[in-house]
């Protein structure tokens, strides 16, 4: 029986918009309390404990970090270390406090500790790779925390585009053919990392659904392990956009060690799913 539109767009907007909805809520409470005072004593400091605190502190952070990236040099003049608050910036971007609910709901609890587990150890050995390093941080407006629910809108806005998305590739595409060629771990991978590559959807959570479809559709675990771990930085949009706030060179370094780090955890993970 063919797969129709409407009952999987509900199902994947049922596994994913309850937690956007709570991560907003708990998003406005965090962005009330960012002052000079935390973000100097959170990243004031590079030593080995502040960066493993900044990954975990991204990766559980419920912010919309994308849309600050522009003022991260006033959060420098502020007192923040310009290694450490990139490090934070990467986090945030690869991982959601919504995350895993959703990855569990979507994949199951395995696959939802293997992926956070995963993203973790990648950004925590990109960002020591890089610690030691010069950087500085383009000058930018003093952070703006207006206009917090119209920014939580857009963020909605994207997401269900994703969903839709994921939906529509779910019910339209070939499945045999998809199947064909991501059912094996070497097409799945590539076909994953090929389109996570170019597929940007703003937030991190736009991308579940499509990861979702994947799945459904035949693909290899270890090619959608691939898309959940290795594309949320080693994206060509995402790369750029920190670029216009740090040097290229740091920015391609750190997120090629992530990528290769992320690709050998997802070949070891593949094993266990």
């Known amino acids: 029986m063919p797969v129709t539109f409407i009952p999987t767009l509900l199902e994947y907007a049922g596994a994913i918009l309850p937690w956007l909805v709570f991560g907003s809520f708990i998003a406005y409470a965090v962005e009330r309390r960012v002052s000079k005072e935390r973000i100097k004593k959170y990243f004031g400091t590079a030593t080995v404990g502040k960066f493993v605190f900044a990954q975990i502190l991204g990766m559980i952070s419920p912010l919309s970090i ?11 003049k502020l007192g923040a270390h310009p290694g450490l608050l990139l490090s934070f910036f990467v986090a945030e971007r690869a991982y959601d406090l919504q995350s895993f609910p959703i990855i569990i709901g979507l994949f199951g609890l395995k696959f939802a500790v293997l992926n956070a587990a995963a993203i973790f150890l990648s950004l925590l050995i990109a960002a020591l790779a890089v610690r030691n390093l010069s950087l500085t941080v383009k000058s930018g407006a003093a952070p ?3 206009g917090f629910w119209t920014r939580q809108g857009k963020i909605a806005g994207v997401v269900v585009i994703g969903i839709i998305i994921g939906a529509a590739l779910r019910a339209l595409a070939p499945e045999n053919a998809f199947r064909e060629i991501t059912h094996e771990p070497f097409g799945g991978i590539l076909t994953a990392l090929a389109i996570g590559f170019v597929l940007y959807f703003g937030t991190i959570l736009g ?5 979702k479809a994947f ?4 693909m290899h675990p270890a090619g959608v392990f691939a898309f959940m771990t290795v594309s949320p930085v080693f994206n060509i949009v995402i790369m750029f ?5 740090i040097q290229p060179r740091f920015i391609f370094r750190q997120f090629g060690i992530y990528a290769i780090t992320a690709l050998l955890l997802t070949v070891a993970s593949s094993l266990l799913l």
């Open 144 to 146: 703006d925390y207006s």
């Open 207 to 211: 991308n579940y659904p499509t990861a």
């Open 215 to 218: 799945a459904d559709l035949g």
């Open 241 to 245: 956009l920190f670029a216009s706030a």
């Open 66 to 76: 994308m849309s600050q990236l522009p003022v991260a040099g006033s959060l420098v």
